[in-house]
């Protein structure tokens, strides 16, 4: 009984994260959440990120992602109620690979 409240307690508290966490893709000129393709604005993703309900962020950051890109998605955290960002680099860079640097 003992071993099953234990692996109780170490499951449901991960899960309960996981259904907490969204993960935004910053890329090099928008951004984008997670199952959607549609390219977000800093507007237009503040407007997204309030219809939804989390307390943590993975944000996604493309290697050709520009410093202004990566402060404005942060200005727009600013705006909610977050506990936890979290990020990850992705990509590859490759010489002419990234258009606005």
Not at 8 to 16: E, K, R
Not at 37 to 42: E, T
Not at 58 to 80: H, M, R
Request: net charge neutral; hydrophobic share 45%; aromatic share 8%.
């Amino acid at each position: 009984m003992l071993k099953y409240f234990i692996i109780i307690l170490f499951v449901f508290p991960g899960v309960t994260l996981a259904e907490d966490q969204i993960k935004i893709f910053v890329n090099e000129s928008a951004y984008a959440l997670e199952g959607s393709d549609k390219a977000l604005n800093s507007k237009s993703l503040v407007h997204e990120l309030k219809q939804q309900q989390f307390k943590s962020v993975l944000l996604v950051v493309d290697v050709c992602a520009g410093p202004v890109i990566l402060t404005n998605v942060y200005v727009a955290l600013s705006e909610l109620n977050i506990t936890t960002i979290d990020l990850k680099g992705v990509g590859k860079l490759e010489k002419g690979s990234c258009k606005n640097v």
